[in-house]
């Protein structure tokens, strides 16, 4: 059960890296924060190479990095958009959606198949995120969910739980065929460099707040590169949902980190809507 206590690793390297991005992006846009991530990141993942075997890649490593690195450019500026949009409490939970959309697309791409126990979690995920807006039920049953759908930051995260639950598959492709350490200095350095143009041509004008602001966008890297560790050595050791699906508990983190630091409102109905989300990723984890 090692895999378990590196994925709850990941859920709470995941919620700090969020905590910082938040803090993050009241100074700088989500183009410069998306590319700092990744930057920052190889600060702290580069220096990994001298401890580890450097793998003889073949072609479908490559193919696995160039289709999920080309992913996650798009996922790595929508998950900034989505946090600066929007309450960390109500926006985080979303992603907890990630193993909903994994019982399609995992069967797919890797032939791995949850339990019919995923159904039960699928429900309690979808009931769950009814009560993030549960005080809007007042104004009638269906409110809650439309209050969800009209916030800008959890449909945004929404789309990243579902190309999340792509590129997770074709981050498991890619490690097979190197290994934990080096997938993810690649896909970093990939990154860094296909985030550049968008980060050129959107803010330029404002680069120089990159070195302004290097105390708050290191933590960024730092957990990051944590994070991203920790979660490709745990998806050697089991199936891709369920090391996903421990990793979400980083939605609770983020509610309380939503209410500590930014003093967000409706914090006890968003913990027990995301507890419940939970709930159902636990089901899809453990049956």
């Not at 990994?48 to 073949?58: A, H, K, N, S």
């Not at 949009?85 to 032939?111: D, Y």
């Not at 990243?160 to 290994?179: L, R, Y």
């Not at 920790?230 to 089991?238: C, D, E, N, R, Y």
């Amino acid at each position: 059960m090692f895999w378990a206590v590196l994925s709850f690793l990941t859920a709470i390297s995941e919620a700090t890296k969020d905590l910082f991005s938040k803090k993050g992006l009241q100074k700088i846009d989500e183009y410069i924060v998306a590319w700092s991530l990744r930057i920052f990141s190889l600060i702290f993942l580069l220096p990994l190479l001298f401890f580890i075997e450097i793998p003889v890649v073949d072609k479908t490593f490559f193919f696995a990095l160039l289709i999920g690195g080309s992913m996650d450019v798009i996922t790595s500026v929508l998950y900034m958009k989505a946090i600066k949009s929007s309450p960390l409490s109500v926006t985080i939970p979303m992603i907890t959606f990630t193993p909903v959309f994994l019982l399609i697309t995992s069967p797919i791409i890797l032939g791995e198949f949850p339990t019919a126990f995923g159904l039960l979690g699928i429900f309690l995920i979808v009931f769950g995120s009814y009560f993030l807006n549960i005080k809007e039920i007042r104004k009638g049953f269906s409110k809650p969910l439309k209050a969800l759908v009209n916030e800008k930051g959890p449909v945004i995260m929404l789309c990243v739980a579902f190309i999340w639950s792509i590129s997770a598959n074709i981050d498991k492709i890619g490690v097979q065929h190197s290994n934990p350490v080096f997938w993810v200095i690649a896909i970093n350095i990939f990154l860094s460099i296909a985030l550049f143009p968008i980060v050129y041509i959107k803010s330029r004008k404002n680069l120089n707040k990159i070195s302004k602001n290097a105390k708050m966008l290191l933590p960024i890297g730092l957990f990051s590169a944590l994070g991203l560790v920790f979660q490709m050595t745990a998806i050697t050791m089991t199936i891709v949902p369920y090391v996903i699906s421990i990793k979400r508990i980083s939605a609770i983190i983020s509610v309380i980190y939503g209410f500590v630091f930014f003093k967000e409102k409706d914090i006890k109905q968003r913990f027990f809507g995301a507890s419940i989300m939970i709930l159902g990723v636990i089901l899809i984890t453990l049956f």
